[in-house]
């Protein structure tokens, strides 16, 4: 049988059962088994324990559970509540404010969490009510929140960078700097897209309707200070070079459970275990997802699945930008049906070295394939951030809130292109700031 059949076989056993609703770690771990004992029969079984444990055994795995418990720290208090509110004071004299608010407290509250989902919730639960009730469009409304929620996978920290980083063995720091810009970038082509759309609807209303004191507009900022202190702290510890991305995930950790604990009184020890414990789970599985992924990534090398696919890909006689086109088209479809954490360590070892034979710099590129993974979590069959929306929202088809994410589909496709055009947008500052 040929890499070529082998590999075909491969990824069509890990889609059918991933289809069946199994869970992504022991889809992955399933196939690779599957292939392996077909391969080397009862012997494969030695390599099982050598391989998941030497792919687990990596300090900077340690950030993972430590901006995990960030997350759910932030995700388990009223700092969406807060944040959101926060906002819309500042902002009400602007127009067009409603939106805005919006969809900048998704920025600013998945840049706490890293969660693409916690962030749908929080801000969707507060934020669609109101923008209906002023006017907005049902499928704007939805849309600009489902949209808004994908930022938390690109503006650090993130845990998806994270996975990226430690398949591609390049700098978690710097694939974090690097994510600033483009994550602002797409901010602002959300932000315009959901004024002229407003504007073009005759809905651009200011929140003028409600006025505020200069009293009312501060009394909610030594709620949120602290927490973006702590996240600007473990910003600048990562890229002024003073900690490691697991020193600096394990110290913010600690100061948001303790900011939450002080700010927002949840000092009841079962508010802290129910923090601790969704940690643990997520953490859990994305560990579970890594050791299999390591055990699939043998077994695709093992059958010379890896190399193969690489060669014929380098082989192809197109230019490094069309090549970069395939890519990016694989990946938009992959995202259609997989969750991020499984396409990014299923495809990083093929793909990365045909990017650095084509002159791409592995860095830029983990910001454009972090962009093709926002653009999954909107995208059916299997776009989370939808059915998120949909549930805090049952009155809302589906359809509905497809047709108002799509607009925003097309603003991170053109952000893709602009990386493209302007690869400085991702290079830049981790180059002024690093080196």
């Not at 889609?15 to 080397?40: E, Q, R, Y």
């Amino acid at each position: 049988m040929s890499p070529e059949t082998t590999g075909f076989l491969i990824f069509g056993l890990a889609l059918v059962l991933l289809a069946t609703g199994m869970p992504i770690a022991f889809a992955l771990g399933g196939t690779a088994l599957t292939f392996m004992f077909i391969s080397d029969g009862w012997n494969a079984l030695s390599f099982l324990p050598e391989t998941v444990f030497s792919g687990l055994d990596d300090f900077t795995l340690a950030s993972i559970p430590m901006f995990v418990i960030m997350g759910a720290a932030v995700a388990s208090s009223r700092a969406g509540s807060d944040l959101y509110e926060a906002l819309s004071r500042w902002l009400y004299k602007v127009p067009g404010s409603l939106v805005i608010s919006n969809i900048g407290a998704c920025a600013l509250f998945s840049a706490l969490t890293g969660s693409s989902p916690a962030t749908c919730a929080a801000i969707g639960k507060m934020g669609i009510p109101e923008m209906r009730r002023r006017g907005y469009s049902a499928d704007l409304a939805t849309g600009a929140i489902a949209a808004g929620g994908t930022l938390g996978i690109l503006i650090p920290p993130s845990v998806t960078m994270i996975l990226y980083g430690i398949a591609s063995e390049t700098s978690i720091g710097r694939l974090f700097i690097a994510g600033i810009l483009p994550g602002l970038m797409l901010t602002g082509l959300f932000i315009a897209w959901a004024l002229f759309l407003s504007w073009r609807r005759g809905t651009m209303k200011s929140m003028a309707t409600q006025s505020y004191t200069w009293a009312q507009r501060l009394e909610l900022l030594p709620n949120l200070l602290p927490l973006l202190a702590v996240i600007v702290g473990v910003i600048y510890a990562l890229y002024g070079g003073i900690a490691t991305p697991s020193e600096a995930a394990g110290v913010g950790a600690a100061l948001c459970l303790i900011m939450v604990i002080v700010i927002y009184r949840m000092w009841h020890w079962k508010d802290v275990w129910h923090i601790l414990r969704d940690a643990l789970r997520e953490s859990g599985m994305l560990l579970m997802i890594i050791g299999m992924s390591v055990l699939f990534g043998y077994a695709m090398s093992a059958s010379m699945v890896t190399q193969s696919i690489a060669q014929s890909v380098a082989e192809l006689d197109v230019n490094k930008w069309v090549l970069l086109a395939i890519i990016n088209v694989m990946l938009l479809v992959a995202g259609c049906f997989l969750p991020p954490a499984a396409i990014i360590l299923m495809t990083t070892p093929i793909i990365l070295p045909v990017i650095t034979a084509a002159g791409f710099d592995p860095i830029w590129f983990g910001v454009v394939l972090t962009i093709n993974m926002e653009l999954g979590l909107i995208t059916p069959p299997v776009g989370l951030n939808l059915f998120v929306i949909n549930g805090i929202t049952p009155d809302v088809k589906l359809t509905t809130i497809l047709r108002g994410a799509f607009p925003f589909m097309m603003c991170m496709v053109l952000s893709i292109v602009l990386l493209c055009v302007f690869p400085e947008i991702a290079t830049w500052l981790p180059q002024a700031m690093m080196g």
